[in-house]
Every structure is written in C-alpha cells, then in structure tokens.
C-alpha cells in the first residue's frame, strides 16, 4: 500500500512550487537535454465543461468522495534544452481513471466512469520550472483485439518563446510498455525520458520531466 501524504490544497500548491521540485532539472555541465518528444493528443482530450482544474485530481471539489484507485504524486519540471527552468509553463492534464476510462462522451469503453475522479487539471510551473499535481496511477485499457495501451497521463505544454509540446507519460516497469505501439514508435532514448522516474525515498511520488524547445 502506498502511503499518501495529506496537505491541504494551499500547501500542496506552496509545496509543488518549490525551488528544490526545479534544481534537480539543470543539466550536468554544457551537455544539451533531448526534448519530449511529442506525441498524438488522442480523442479523449476533455470536452465537458468543468470549474474544477486544480491540483489535485483525486477529489472534485463540493464533493466528499475520492477517486478510486491508487493515489500518487507527480513531481515534475519544465526546462530547455540547456536545462535552464521555464516559469509560468501552463501545464494541461488529462487521463482515464483507474478503471481506464476517460471523462469524455466519445470514450466507448465500457469500464465504469468515477464521478469522484476530476481527469482533468491545469496548473502552472513555478519557480524552477517545477508544478506538482496528486492523482491516480489510470488503467490500462484497449484499442483493440491485440492491443492495449499502457497506464499513461497526457500533457499539453506551452509557454510563450517555446514550442508547444503535447505528448504522455508513461509509469516505469508496466508490462505493456514494451508492446505498446505509440511509445515503441520512438527511440529508446526517447522512450526512457517519456517515462517517469520513481523518487527512491518517496513510494508515492513519480519525477517527470518536460523540456521544451525554443521557438
């Protein structure tokens, strides 16, 4: 079981944004960082209006319930190719449940739907680049007869000077990330930074991290 910590929203946000989430984004020495490589958005991009985009996607607010599944926090960073942290990024989420299915009216998989699941949040980068965000490890879920596709979370990055960057990120030692069409469809170098790192002294937390191109 996976120990969760509790903050409330304030702290978390104060937490996530700082300076020791970013330092560990600079690069070692001159030596240039590969960009994330972009990947396809997908159908399920949110379309249903909802007022609550924060944080922390475990929990809607104006409702007591929790998602479903295992909790767990990203901590992530955005930073140029020299590794130098990028301020104000808006950093767009959007995932299936733990169920593997998205919040969105075209999804026809008949998983069942977690009203209590937000799916969808939109939080800046702070000083050093770093956001943070709490949610839940989504399902697997299929595209077809003889493939499915990996737990994943999809990211849209923008920034005013760089490249908009959308692509996923993918939870390290699942399965079907060796099978999994889209991921397999890049480098292995590409793969292993599309991939998350797990923090050796925090189970619950995952590190990710963006770089971003310059325009």
Do not use: C
Request: glycine residues 8%; charged residues 25%.
């Amino acid at each position: 079981m996976i120990t969760v910590v509790k903050l409330s929203r304030r702290k978390f946000f104060i937490f996530g944004s700082s300076a020791g989430i970013g330092a560990a984004a600079k690069a070692s020495g001159m030596e240039k960082l590969i960009p994330t490589p972009d990947q396809t958005e997908g159908p399920f991009y949110p379309v249903l209006a909802q007022k609550d985009k924060d944080f922390d996607l475990t929990q809607i607010e104006g409702k007591t319930g929790l998602a479903k599944g295992e909790q767990i926090f990203i901590q992530g960073t955005v930073v140029d190719t020299n590794g130098n942290p990028i301020e104000d990024a808006t950093v767009d989420i959007w995932q299936a449940n733990a169920a593997g299915r998205y919040n969105h009216p075209h999804d026809s998989n008949p998983a069942p739907k977690d009203e209590n699941f937000q799916g969808w949040a939109i939080v800046p980068s702070g000083r050093d680049g770093a956001f943070r965000f709490k949610t839940i490890i989504p399902g697997a879920y299929p595209v077809s007869n003889s493939w499915s596709r990996p737990p994943h979370i999809h990211f849209k990055v923008s920034k005013r000077g760089y490249l908009e960057l959308t692509t996923q990120m993918y939870f390290p030692g699942h399965e079907l990330n060796d099978r999994d069409r889209i991921l397999n469809a890049h480098s292995p170098k590409e793969q292993e930074v599309m991939i998350a790192k797990p923090d050796k002294d925090k189970p619950d937390t995952l590190h990710y991290r963006i770089v971003l191109k310059k325009a």
